[in-house]
């Protein structure tokens, strides 16, 4: 497990592109038969992938890193499939999971299996975990059951659906919120006008971009704003004081995920585009 240490807004404005991309940048996800995680001291984030080929993938505890005997022995996560038909099986209980499904998996959950129903269209989990204080029943949601929201324009280029799986009150759990954002063909921007919310972080998971495509991620305080081009399949770090948002060279779909002391989903601190810097 990759672990990353953030850093304060005065220390971010005077790192280079390089150091911006090592502690906030997740590069490596959505190995075949592998399951990379990278923690995360923001909120004690975990974020994760598992593309099961051959066989099923365990997600196993740490001794080192979360010092439990399971990997959910103090921890919720929330799961999204964006690849084949596949499985997640929870002590004994086993979960369909088709392409956009996602599943809740609460706290003193043991045993987590990752399986795909056919190894040459494998499942691709996309999984994000928060400390968890309580237990909540397990919950798999479909596309179909997510709370979908139209917002934005083709004339701003934004034009998109927001859709939560994971949020009170349709889910329970202790800090997860999570869902995905599918952008229009001819649309490119996201979250903009930006925000912050400095009783959360955040996770953003850029996917169905172009080989060649490129995602410019902006973030930092929104007077003195970075940014850190992406690829597909690459997710990237939020902390509570950033704003996040992007602009890619083509449409894509992006799945977030956001921890902390509120739930409340429009718990946020709007940033008028003519301040930003």
């Known amino acids: 497990m990759d672990v990353r240490f953030s850093t304060d807004p005065m220390s971010f404005q005077g790192m280079t592109s390089e150091e911006l991309r090592s502690l906030f940048l997740i590069e490596r996800l959505f190995a075949a038969d592998e399951i990379p995680m990278v923690y995360s001291d923001i909120d004690r984030s975990i974020v994760g992938s598992a593309v099961p080929v051959a066989a099923r993938l365990q997600l196993l505890g740490s001794k080192k890193e979360l010092a439990s005997d399971y990997f959910a022995e103090r921890r919720e996560i929330g799961v999204i499939n ?14 369909a999971m088709s392409n956009r499904d996602a599943l809740y998996v609460g706290r003193g959950s043991k045993e987590i299996f990752f399986g795909s129903r056919d190894g ?75 925000h912050t919310h400095q009783r959360r972080s955040e996770v953003y998971m850029y996917f169905n971009l172009a080989p060649a495509a490129a995602v410019f991620h902006f973030m930092g305080e929104p007077q003195r704003t970075r940014h850190i081009v992406m690829r597909n399949e690459q997710a990237v770090l939020s902390p509570s004081w950033s704003i996040h948002a992007g602009v890619a060279t083509q449409a894509y779909t992006f799945i977030w995920a956001m921890g902390g002391e509120n739930q409340a989903f429009d718990d946020m601190d709007g940033v008028d585009v003519g301040n930003l810097g």
């Not at 964006?82 to 979960?95: A, C, L, Q």
């Not at 975990?129 to 083709?154: K, M, W």
């Not at 954002?181 to 979250?191: P, Y």
């Open 120 to 194: 040459s269209k494998p499942a691709r989990f996309y999984f994000v975990s928060y400390p968890a204080h309580r237990e909540h029943p397990v919950s798999r949601i479909t596309r179909d059951q997510a709370d979908a929201v139209a917002l934005g324009s083709r004339k701003e280029a934004n034009k998109r659906t927001i859709y939560k799986y994971i949020r009170p009150p349709g889910v329970a759990s202790c800090q997860l919120v999570m869902g995905l954002t599918e952008l229009e063909e001819g649309s490119v921007w996201n979250t903009m006008p930006p």
């Open 82 to 95: 964006i690849g084949g038909d596949g499985t997640v099986t929870i002590d004994g209980r086993e979960y």
